[in-house]
């Protein structure tokens, strides 16, 4: 089993930046393909950026692309999801997911989630 924990995030104000990790527990993820995805009050989890487990692939959203970049530290077993020019319909609860397939997949086919970080950005 692998168990996810999101941090960092917090409230920032429009324009702002914060960076939020995924760490990872119970076995290495470095060959896993790992995303991170958001929900904002009444919609539907979305992909924001998903990458395979040779970290040579990286997939954005086109509502994040230019603002977030993802990251993996497999010495730390952490993923991370490093957010700039934060805009408010950039808040919402963000999830790291996690598939020993390395390959990326759709949202429901992750087998290990975390719980979520809020995130708030004011305007």
């Known amino acids: 089993q692998v168990a996810l924990v999101e941090s960092g995030g917090g409230l920032v104000q429009a324009g702002g930046s914060l960076r939020l990790s995924c760490a990872a527990s119970?076995?290495?993820?470095?060959?896993?393909?790992m995303g991170w995805f958001r929900q904002a009050p009444g919609k539907e989890r979305d992909l924001v950026v998903a990458?395979?487990?040779?970290?040579?692939?990286?997939f954005y959203s086109d509502s994040v692309k230019g603002r977030f970049t993802i990251s993996r530290d497999n010495a730390k077993n952490t993923v991370y999801l490093q957010m700039n020019s934060l805009k408010p319909e950039d808040t919402a609860v963000y999830y790291c997911?996690?598939?020993?397939?390395?390959?990326?997949?759709?949202?429901?086919?992750?087998?290990?989630w975390g719980r979520g970080t809020q995130v708030t950005v004011s305007s």
């Open positions: 997911a996690g598939d020993p397939r390395s390959e990326v997949r759709p949202i429901n086919d992750y087998n290990y």
């Open positions: 119970g076995r290495t993820i470095s060959t896993y393909a």
């Open positions: 990458i395979t487990g040779s970290g040579h692939r990286m």
